[in-house]
């Protein structure tokens, strides 16, 4: 049992630094939540932070554990724990949840969704941060680059180390999510990721490693800018990545199920039969190669889809790279660019709002670079 008395210290001076008001919102109990608004600075930007947990809200049991964490920490915590955020933003906050991100799930992401789109519409919100686990972090990301339609930036921010770790990094990657949001340099660039000093693109980004600092990046696409002094300085003028689309979900109050199944030497028939039956509205392969699945696989799945008509996207499982379009004929759809992370929730997509296979499968192909 990890004893309460390592925290005495972090608490308190969390305690101690509390020049923010705190409200109980209870605007409805789906989620433990909290609304939280920092005294109004009118020459400062109006940033609204949406906590969903995660690494950045965890704490160890001594300040070397980098492991085997618990999460629990408030977005008041939060934002108690760097006072110099009210140097440069107002802050709105509001708890979706308290989870690992292995657990962010449709009502979250919906929920996010729906939140961030309102909150974007208020002329005195000049943007919006996610706090977000590390781990699926870059799935929240894609899905609102797919679902929120605005200038102003979303900025998605984790932390590998917890809060209680020597050179903890949530507190600075806040700072720094915070300080995006709230750039006019940042606008017209979509949903973005900051970690470790980078910013990168919602679209492209990815987790590259479990454990370290500097894990997310594109290996293709690069990154957008970085941070020096805690300036964001970008290397290009905004631009739109050529596959996004953009789906209004005004409407929808759950996702498609769509499930991802890793390709492998030999890969078994049986996992296709039991996704479907398991309810899947959608499948997606993490190839290996491009894209590729055994051939007993692939007999078990145009069987499936002979049967039930659910779609099948090819994606890959190495790292990068992308699956070249499919003949027409073919009842497998190529992933594009897309990692098997970001298909399935593409896919989920336009399956919730109704689309067929030709629609899916001209979504994909937006992703491939016009030659
Ligand atoms: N290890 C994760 C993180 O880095 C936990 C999670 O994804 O929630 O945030």
């Known amino acids: 049992m990890k004893s309460f008395t390592h925290f005495l210290p972090?608490?308190?001076?969390?305690?101690?630094?509390?020049?923010?008001?705190?409200?109980?919102?209870?605007?409805?109990?789906?989620?433990?939540?909290?609304?939280?608004?920092?005294?109004?600075?009118?020459?400062?930007?109006?940033?609204?932070?949406?906590?969903?947990?995660?690494?950045?809200?965890?704490?160890?049991?001594?300040?070397?554990?980098?492991?085997?964490?618990?999460?629990?920490?408030?977005?008041?915590?939060?934002?108690?724990?760097?006072?110099?955020?009210?140097?440069?933003?107002?802050?709105?906050?509001?708890?979706?949840?308290?989870?690992?991100?292995g657990d962010i799930n449709s009502t979250i992401s919906l929920t996010l969704a729906h939140m961030i789109n309102a909150e974007l519409s208020k002329s005195s919100v000049s943007g919006v941060v996610v706090t977000h686990g590390t781990d699926t972090l870059e799935e929240t990301a894609f899905f609102l680059s797919s679902t929120v339609n605005s200038t102003k930036p979303v900025v998605i921010v984790g932390a590998m180390r917890p809060a209680t770790a020597l050179s903890a990094d949530g507190p600075l990657n806040l700072y720094q999510a915070i300080?995006?949001?709230?750039?006019?340099?940042?606008?017209?660039?979509?949903?973005?990721?900051?970690?470790?000093?980078?910013?990168?693109?919602?679209?492209?980004?990815?987790?590259?490693?479990?454990?370290?600092?500097?894990?997310?990046?594109?290996?293709?696409?690069?990154?957008?800018?970085?941070?020096?002094?805690?300036?964001?300085?970008?290397?290009?003028?905004?631009?739109?990545?050529?596959?996004?689309?953009?789906?209004?979900?005004?409407?929808?109050?759950?996702?498609?199920?769509?499930?991802?199944?890793?390709?492998?030497?030999?890969?078994?028939?049986?996992?296709?039969?039991?996704?479907?039956q398991g309810g899947a509205k959608g499948l997606v392969f993490a190839g290996v190669g491009a894209g590729g699945i055994s051939s007993k696989a692939n007999v078990a799945a145009q069987a499936a889809f002979n049967a039930t008509g659910v779609p099948m996207v090819a994606s890959h499982r190495s790292a990068d790279g992308l699956v070249p379009p499919t003949s027409d004929d073919d009842f497998i759809i190529s992933s594009g660019y897309y990692n098997p992370q970001k298909a399935r929730v593409l896919l989920q997509l336009g399956l919730t709002i109704g689309w067929g296979n030709e629609e899916i499968k001209e979504a994909f192909a937006k992703s491939l670079p016009v030659p």
């Open 10 to 101: 972090l608490l308190a001076s969390l305690a101690a630094a509390s020049p923010i008001d705190l409200t109980k919102a209870g605007l409805h109990n789906l989620f433990t939540r909290q609304d939280i608004q920092t005294p109004i600075n009118a020459s400062l930007p109006n940033i609204t932070i949406f906590a969903t947990g995660g690494t950045i809200a965890s704490q160890g049991s001594t300040n070397t554990q980098t492991t085997g964490y618990s999460i629990g920490l408030g977005v008041q915590q939060l934002i108690t724990a760097v006072p110099e955020l009210l140097n440069i933003s107002n802050i709105a906050g509001y708890q979706i949840s308290n989870v690992g991100s």
């Open 179 to 276: 300080l995006l949001a709230g750039s006019p340099a940042a606008r017209n660039r979509g949903v973005m990721i900051t970690l470790n000093d980078r910013i990168g693109s919602a679209f492209y980004t990815t987790k590259n490693n479990a454990n370290t600092l500097d894990t997310f990046s594109s290996t293709e696409a690069g990154q957008l800018g970085s941070f020096v002094n805690q300036v964001p300085y970008f290397f290009y003028a905004p631009a739109e990545p050529v596959g996004r689309t953009v789906f209004d979900l005004a409407n929808a109050t759950s996702l498609a199920k769509v499930d991802i199944l890793f390709a492998h030497q030999d890969m078994a028939p049986d996992l296709i039969d039991s996704a479907v």
